[in-house]
C-alpha cells in the first residue's frame, strides 16, 4: 500500500517568513494530493490539492509544488501570519484506494 | 456549502454504555467516510460507505458499528468501549467516482472519553 512520510514534524517561523513543508509518497499509481490544516479542537480543513496532471497550484498566499518522477509534493505558504498556526497533514492517494496521510507537520508562528 | 455536521461534539462514556455518534451531510456526496485521531495523529480510516453500502471495513473492532440510514447520514454505534478507543472520531464525505479519489470534507469530530 501506499506511504507518505512528511516532514519537517514541527516547523516554527516569524510571522511574514514563508514556510515549506515536503511530502514524499511510495505509490507511482498516487494521483490525487489533497493538504489539510487542522486547528485545535477541529476537524481538518483543506487548503489546497493537486492532481497528477499538474506540476504546481496556487491559491493566494498557499501553493502546492508536485514532483512526479521524484515521487514528491510540497506545500508552501508566504506572508505567514499567527492564524496560520495549525497543524498541517498532507495526503495521497492511487485512485483504488483511499488517502494515506502523512503524520502531520506543527507550524508555528510567531508574531 | 461544503459542511459535514456531526454530533454530539463531546461525549463520555462507560465501558457498558451504548452510544451512538451522528453524521450529516447535504452536498450530494455518495461516500462517506469514519476516522479515528489519537492526539498528535493523523485521522486514521474506520469504514469507508459508497451510495449507502458498506465498501471498506479496516479490521475494526466489531464494538464499533456503522450505519448509513440514507444518502445524507451516518451513524457509527458504539458498545463494550474499552478506555483505549478515546479519542477524536472524524466523519468526512466526498463524491464517489469509482476509481477516483474525490475531495473529502471532513466534519467537526466527536470528542470520545471512554471511562
Known amino acids: 500500500g501506499e506511504n507518505v512520510e512528511q516532514h519537517p514534524s514541527t516547523l516554527s517561523v516569524q510571522e511574514g517568513d514563508s514556510a515549506v513543508i515536503k511530502c514524499t509518497y511510495s505509490d507511482s499509481a498516487s494521483n490525487y494530493f489533497p493538504w489539510y490544516k487542522q486547528e485545535l479542537g477541529k476537524g481538518p480543513q483543506l487548503i489546497i490539492d493537486?492532481?497528477?496532471?499538474?506540476g504546481e497550484k496556487k491559491d493566494q498566499r498557499i501553493a502546492v509544488t508536485l514532483n512526479k518522477t521524484a515521487k514528491h509534493f510540497s506545500l508552501h505558504i508566504t506572508e505567514t501570519q499567527p492564524e496560520d498556526s495549525a497543524v498541517y497533514f498532507c495526503?495521497?492517494?492511487?485512485?483504488?484506494?483511499?488517502?494515506?496521510f502523512g503524520k502531520g507537520t506543527m507550524l508555528l508562528v510567531s508574531p | 456549502d461544503t459542511e459535514v455536521t456531526q454530533t454530539p461534539k463531546h461525549l463520555v462514556m462507560g465501558m457498558t454504555n451504548k452510544k451512538s455518534l451522528k453524521c450529516e451531510q447535504h452536498?450530494?456526496?455518495?461516500?462517506m467516510y469514519w476516522y479515528k485521531q489519537k492526539a498528535k495523529k493523523p485521522p486514521e480510516l474506520m469504514f469507508v460507505y459508497s451510495y449507502e453500502k458498506l465498501s471498506i471495513n479496516e479490521s475494526v473492532p466489531s464494538r464499533f458499528s456503522p450505519e448509513c440510514p440514507n444518502s445524507s447520514l451516518l451513524n457509527l454505534h458504539l458498545h463494550a468501549l474499552q478506555p483505549e478507543d478515546s479519542a477524536l472520531y472524524l466523519c468526512?464525505?466526498?463524491?464517489?467516482?469509482?476509481?477516483?479519489?474525490?475531495?473529502?470534507?471532513f466534519g467537526p469530530g466527536t470528542r470520545l472519553l471512554v471511562l
Open positions: 452536498m450530494g456526496h455518495r461516500a
Open positions: 493537486i492532481r497528477s496532471n499538474v
Open positions: 468526512a464525505s466526498s463524491q464517489e467516482r469509482g476509481d477516483r479519489q474525490e475531495t473529502q470534507y
Open positions: 495526503a495521497a492517494s492511487p485512485g483504488y484506494s483511499t488517502l494515506t
